[in-house]
């Protein structure tokens, strides 16, 4: 696709798929787009709701999550109606100034987006890493001053993204490829280290005598640890599963064996990761699905 790669007969590819075969695959990605974007904004509406009630997870910590749901609220409210709105023009005879204008617009949005969600989720990760080795300390290095610098740093190299996307096309997507994969290893480094740390520690608290919580010789805020970076891990796996496979289509249109139906499933999946999260917070988060719930419940009841 064009939006993607710079490449003009990609999108002609894709134009001609798509007025060639049915309706159904334009109604199909239409439609999905559609019900994602009313389900990714109302459900990360209700996280945001959620999180400023919820009192248990560390504000600095709570500020990532908070950063996360930002950016899936701003794909539900912006992203997936433009993207539907030019996937449509395609197969119509909207104008080509009209349809350059929103995919630009959409690309730039989606790319902008799409580099602050990985990076919060290396800076949970990380934030995860220090708390486990920093332990007493870590209350006083991570602060949430320090956590706004950070995500404010997150923010405009997301944005510089969304520029560079619309200046050079194909420079964008190289570079957006290269920060998927730099941040999964950062993040595949973070969550080794923070295992073989948690096995360290499991070892010694054996040979030690300890106070014992739920039958267990493992102190409870190490319990509490351990789910917290469970729960994070359910996050980018789902990342890993939605953002990967458009990676691997970058590296085929590269080399010229890119298909546009591929390209078309491939973008699509990186959108349902923003309604996705929100299932996971809830799913893998209780004191987030409590709070969830008790919102519905007002709602419901004024």
């Excluded at 923010?155 to 998927?180: C, D, N, P, Q, Y």
Aim: a positive charge; one cysteine or more.
């Amino acid at each position: 696709m064009e939006n993607i790669t710079g490449d003009g007969d990609f999108i002609s590819e894709l134009n001609h798929v798509l007025s060639s075969s049915s309706v159904g695959i334009v109604e199909l990605v239409s439609a999905l787009n559609v019900f994602l974007s009313i389900f990714a904004s109302l459900t990360n509406v209700l996280i945001l709701v959620a999180l400023h009630k919820v009192t248990s997870i560390y504000p600095p910590t709570k500020l990532f999550f908070r950063c996360l749901a930002v950016t899936d609220l701003c794909v539900g409210l912006v992203v997936q109606p433009l993207y539907t709105i030019f996937i449509m023009s395609l197969t119509t005879k909207s104008t080509s100034s009209v349809s350059y204008h929103v995919q630009n617009f959409y690309s730039a949005c989606a790319l902008m987006l799409c580099a602050v969600s990985i990076l919060a989720l290396v800076a949970i990760s990380l934030d995860r890493l220090l708390a486990l080795l920093l332990g007493l300390r870590y209350r006083h290095v991570v602060t949430l001053r320090r956590v706004r610098v950070v995500i404010s740093c997150l923010w405009i190299t997301g944005a510089s993204h969304g520029l560079i996307r619309i200046w050079r096309k194909r420079t964008a997507v190289v570079e957006i490829s290269i920060v998927i994969i730099i941040s999964l290893a950062t993040s595949i480094f973070c969550y080794t280290w923070i295992h073989l740390k948690l096995r360290q520690n499991q070892a010694k608290i054996q040979n030690v005598s300890q106070v014992q919580v739920n039958g267990r010789g493992i102190p409870l805020n190490i319990l509490r640890y351990r789910k917290s970076v469970s729960n994070m891990l359910w996050v980018q796996l789902a990342l890993v599963a939605c953002y990967v496979p458009i990676v691997i289509n970058v590296v085929l249109v590269g080399n010229g064996i890119g298909n546009a139906v591929a390209w078309l499933a491939t973008e699509n999946l990186i959108y349902i990761n923003s309604s996705l999260n929100p299932i996971l917070y809830c799913w893998k988060i209780r004191a987030v699905r409590q709070a969830v719930k008790n919102t519905i419940k007002q709602l419901s009841c004024s």
